[in-house]
C-alpha cells in the first residue's frame, strides 16, 4: 500500500470541497501506497505592511515550502506485507537527523512503533522539480504535513480493509503498535491488511483534517528520541559513499592546481606516474589531473609524482587585504533619513574573512560511466541539478544518468553542490571504467566552497532613549547559489554569464532570511554582494551568522551608549514575545548579570529566523594565562567556558535532536568568532586539511554546556538545523567585547595573529600518505 496527498485551494468551495480539507491518493499497487498533495494549498497574494520586514510576513521557509507542494502527491508512504512501512524522503541526511524525525512522524499518524518505520533517501527525481533541495533548515518545515497527511491517509485506508475483515465499524476499531482491534477482541496486523487496501487503481480520498492527530494526543512527536541510525554509526556499519560496493569502482584522487581555479595544460611526466606501484590511469579532466589506483595511498603517491604545466588561477597575485578593498569599493552609502536636530548617530564596521565550509567527511563520490548511461553514488542537497550537471558533463541525455542520494558526514552548505558528482563522472568517462573519487582534505580549504569574505557597516541614531533608525549594509564576496531552487531551470539561470541571475536569487534569499527583531524605528538592511573568482557557497545558516553578530554588536554599542544592561535593553526593544522568552530562559539559566573576575566576562545575543527564535549566553575567559595557554597542534586564545543555547522551533519532533543541533551550531558559531578561517595569500589558501584549521576542537569548547529545546506549541514545526549558529557567533563576540573593553572589527578575532602552522606545499598539492597512522591509536 502507497500514499500521496493533496492540500484544498481557495477554489474548493466551487468544486463542493471544504477548505479545511486534504486530498490524498491510493495509489495503484500490489500493497497499499499512499500519497498526499498539496498543490492546492499556495496562499493568495497580500499586502505588505509598510513596518514589518519581509521575514515577517513571507520568509525563505514560505517560498521554499510552496515550492515543494506542486509535487507533494509525488512522496509515498507504503505499507508493506510484513507489517513494516517506508518512505524515501527526497532530502539528503547530513547528521542532522532528518531521517529519524521522517520515521517519528509517520510512526505517530500510523500508530506504528518508530523501528518499523523505514526511511531511505530518495534517488534524484527530476519530477519533483522545487521538492528535492536540502537546505535552509526546511525539510520537516515542508515535510511535516505532507508526510502526516500521506500517513493518515494509510491508516484510513487499512482501518477500511480491517472493517470489512473483521465485521466491525471503522469508528469502533482501534489502532495500535501495527494492529488493529475490533471490540469482540479479533484483530488484523498492518501486514495482513496492506494487500487487501491496495487499490488496482489510482484514486482520490478526502481526508478530514479532524483525522489528524492532535498535538495534546500525541505519544511519538516531542518525545527523546535516538537516532534510528545511531548503532549503525558508532559499529561502523553505516554507508557512506566510500562503502558503497562498486565492482571495479577503484580509488581516484585529483592533482589540483598551487592557485585557486587553475586549469591543466598538459601531463609532462604520464608514463612516470603510470608506472609507479598500483597506479591504474592518469587522465586531465576540467578541474585537474584524475590518478586512479589500487589503493588511496598509491592514488596519494601518484598525485604527488605529476608534473603538470598549469593555467593561471582565477585571483592570482591576490590576497586578504587586495580582495577587501575590492570589497570597500562596492560598498553603498549609509543614508541617515531625515532625524530631529539633537539625535545621536552611531556608526559601527566589522570585517568577516574567507571560512571553508568543508565537512567531516570530505567531498567523494562512485561514479560508473558507459557509452550510453551513467550511475553516480553521492551526498547531494540538489541531487536534480547534480544529475542534469553530470548528464552535461559527459555528453548524455538527464534521463540516462542515475544519481543515487548518499547519507553524508556533514555538509555545513558543501553538498549543496555536485563538484564530487561531476568530477567522478568525468574521471569514470576518461577512464572507461568506474571509479571511486575522494578528494583530500587539503583540497577542500583550498580548492573547496568558502563562506564569502564580507563587510558589514552599521548606522543608528537615537534620542531620548529610544533608537530611531537602524541600519544595515552587508557587502560581501560573491555568494554562489549556482544549484538554484533544487532544479535545473533555475539552476541554468543562476549560471548566465552576466551573475544577474545569481545576483537575484542572493537578494531574495537575504531579503527573506533577514530581520532586525527590535523595535528601532525606520530599519533597513541592504545587500551589495560583488567578484566572481572564489569557489563560495550557502555555508550554515548563510547570510545570518555575519550580518546577525554585527547587528547584535550595535545593540550592545546601543546599550552601552544609553546606559541601559545589555540584557534589560534587548527585553525592552525586541518585538516578538517568542524571542522574548528564549532571551529570558538563557539569562536564567546562564546567571545572567553574575560577578565574574576581571579578564572573563559574559555575553548574550539573539536570533529569529526558521519560524522560531534562538538566543544564547556566554561566559569567556580573556585572561592572558588563558589566552597565552599552549595547545598541541592547535591556537590557544580567549577558552568560552560556558554556553547556554535555547531554542524555540514551535512544535518540536525530537527534542533529543533538536538540542543536538544546538550544540553543532554553537560549536560552529563560536569557531566563527574566534578561530576559524582561510587566509589567501598569493593567490592560494594556505590552510590545508583539518591540521591547520582550526574548527571548534575538544580543547576550546565550553566544560559547562547547556542546550534547552523550549516546550512544544502550536500546529507547525520551525527549522533548527541551522537556528543557533547567528546567536552564538554574536553571544561570543559580545563576550569578548565585554572582557577586553574592546570591540572586535575583524572575525574571526585571531585572522591577523601570526600564522601557527607551517604551510603545506602548492606542488605537490597534497602531504604524503601518512605510514605512522597506527601510532595514534588506543
Request: glycine share 10%; charged share 20%; aromatic share 6%.
Amino acid at each position: 500500500m502507497t500514499l500521496s496527498h493533496d492540500a484544498p485551494s481557495s477554489e474548493d468551495a466551487a468544486r463542493g470541497v471544504s477548505r479545511r480539507g486534504f486530498f490524498g491518493y491510493v495509489l495503484a499497487a500490489g500493497t497499499l501506497v499512499v500519497a498526499a498533495d498539496f498543490a492546492q494549498g499556495s496562499p493568495a497574494a497580500a499586502a505588505v505592511p509598510s513596518l514589518p520586514q519581509p521575514p515577517e510576513l513571507y520568509d525563505l521557509n514560505d517560498a521554499l515550502t510552496d515550492a515543494a507542494r506542486a509535487t507533494s502527491q509525488l512522496i509515498t508512504v507504503t505499507v508493506h506485507p510484513d507489517g513494516t512501512a517506508s518512505f524515501e524522503l527526497p532530502r539528503m541526511e547530513v547528521g542532522q537527523g532528518i531521517t529519524t524525525s521522517s520515521a517519528m512522524i509517520i510512526a505517530e499518524e500510523l500508530d506504528l512503533p518508530v523501528d518499523k518505520v523505514h526511511v531511505t533517501l530518495a534517488p534524484a527525481r527530476p519530477e519533483l522539480i522545487f521538492n528535492q533541495l536540502t537546505g535552509g533548515s526546511n525539510t520537516t518545515i515542508s515535510t511535516f504535513t505532507p508526510i502526516r497527511v500521506a500517513a493518515a491517509i494509510a491508516k484510513q485506508q487499512l482501518l477500511e480493509a480491517a472493517s470489512i475483515l473483521l465485521g466491525s465499524a471503522v469508528a469502533l476499531l482501534e489502532s495500535k503498535a501495527g494492529v488493529i482491534s475490533a471490540p469482540d477482541g479479533s484483530s488484523a496486523t498492518y501486514g495482513e491488511l496492506a494487500t487487501k487496501a491496495a487499490s488496482s487503481e489510482t484514486k482520490q480520498v478526502t481526508l478530514d483534517p479532524s483525522q489528524l492527530k492532535s498535538a495534546s494526543s500525541f505519544t511519538v512527536l516531542g518525545k527523546p528520541q535516538n537516532r534510528v541510525d545511531a548503532l549503525d554509526i558508532v559499529t561502523g556499519r553505516k554507508q557512506f559513499a566510500m562503502d558503497i560496493d562498486v565492482p571495479g569502482a577503484l580509488p581516484t584522487m585529483i592533482c589540483r592546481p598551487p592557485t585557486l581555479n587553475g586549469k591543466p595544460k598538459a601531463v609532462l611526466n604520464k608514463a612516470e606516474v603510470l608506472a609507479l606501484p598500483g597506479v591504474a590511469g592518469v587522465a586531465i579532466i576540467p578541474t585537474g589531473v584524475a590518478v586512479r589506483a589500487q589503493t588511496f595511498g598509491q592514488c596519494i603517491d601518484g598525485v604527488r609524482a605529476l608534473r603538470v604545466d598549469w593555467g593561471p588561477g582565477t585571483v592570482e597575485g591576490q590576497d586578504d587585504e587586495s580582495v577587501l578593498a575590492n570589497l570597500r569599493k562596492a560598498e553603498l552609502p549609509l543614508a541617515v533619513p531625515k532625524v530631529p536636530l539633537l539625535t545621536r548617530t552611531i556608526d559601527a564596521d566589522f570585517e568577516f574573512m574567507f571560512r571553508s565550509s568543508a565537512a567531516l567527511e570530505p567531498y567523494c563520490a562512485v561514479a560508473d560511466v558507459r557509452a550510453d548511461s551513467a550511475e553516480v553514488w553521492a551526498g547531494l542537497k540538489s541531487p536534480i541539478v547534480a544529475q542534469g550537471e553530470v548528464a552535461q558533463a559527459v555528453g548524455l541525455p538527464q534521463g540516462k544518468v542515475k544519481v543515487n542520494v548518499v547519507t553524508g558526514g556533514g555538509s555545513f552548505g558543501h553538498k549543496l553542490f555536485g563538484d564530487h558528482a561531476v568530477e567522478a563522472a568525468q574521471a569514470s568517462k576518461a577512464f572507461g571504467k568506474p571509479v571511486r573519487l575522494m578528494w583530500h582534505r587539503a583540497d577542500e580549504p583550498r580548492q573547496g566552497r568558502l563562506h564569502p569574505m564580507a563587510t558589514s557597516r552599521l548606522r543608528a541614531t537615537v534620542l531620548a532613549g529610544n533608537v530611531l533608525t537602524f541600519e544595515q549594509r552587508h557587502t560581501s564576496v560573491e555568494t554562489s547559489f549556482r544549484h538554484g531552487l533544487g532544479e535545473m531551470l533555475t539552476s541554468v539561470a543562476t549560471k548566465l554569464p552576466t551573475g544577474l541571475g545569481n545576483l537575484g536569487v542572493a537578494e531574495t534569499v537575504f531579503a527573506l532570511t533577514q530581520e532586525v527583531p527590535y523595535n528601532f524605528g525606520v530599519v533597513d538592511q541592504l545587500l551589495t554582494e560583488t567578484d566572481q573568482r572564489f569557489n563560495t557557497g550557502s555555508m550554515r545558516n548563510v547570510y545570518s551568522p555575519d550580518v546577525g553578530c554585527a547587528a547584535e554588536l550595535m545593540v550592545d554599542i546601543l546599550a552601552k551608549a544609553l546606559g541601559k544592561d545589555p540584557l534589560g535593553f534587548r527585553l525592552e526593544f525586541v518585538k516578538s514575545d517568542v524571542v522574548k522568552g528564549v532571551l529570558r530562559k538563557v539569562a536564567e539559566v546562564g546567571g545572567w548579570g553574575r560577578k565574574l573576575p576581571a579578564g572573563c566576562a559574559q555575553g548574550i545575543a539573539i536570533h529569529k529566523e526558521y519560524k522560531g527564535a534562538s538566543a544564547c549566553l556566554v561566559e569567556i575567559d580573556c585572561r592572558p594565562e588563558t589566552v597565552n595557554r599552549k595547545i598541541r597542534d592547535g591556537v590557544g586564545g580567549p577558552r568560552v567556558t560556558k554556553a547556554v543555547i535555547a531554542i524555540d522551533a514551535g512544535l518540536v519532533v525530537n527534542p533529543r535532536g533538536l538540542e543536538a543541533q544546538m550544540m553543532g551550531c554553537f560549536a560552529d558559531g563560536m569557531a566563527l568568532a574566534l578561530t576559524s578561517s582561510v587566509h589567501l595569500k598569493d593567490g592560494h589558501f594556505l590552510e590545508a586539511s583539518w591540521d591547520n584549521y582550526f574548527y571548534t576542537r575538544q580543547w576550546n569548547v565550553p566544560t559547562d554546556f547547556t542546550a534547552i529545546a523550549m516546550p512544544s506549541h502550536g500546529e507547525q514545526p520551525g527549522g533548527g538545523g541551522e537556528a543557533g549558529v547567528a546567536c552564538s557567533f554574536a553571544a561570543v563576540a559580545s563576550a569578548y567585547a565585554r572582557a577586553t573593553g574592546k570591540m572586535p572589527k575583524r572575525f574571526p578575532i585571531n585572522h591577523d595573529d601570526p600564522i601557527g602552522f607551517d604551510v603545506k606545499s602548492f606542488v605537490p598539492p597534497v602531504p604524503e600518505s601518512p605510514t605512522d597512522g597506527l601510532d595514534y591509536t588506543f
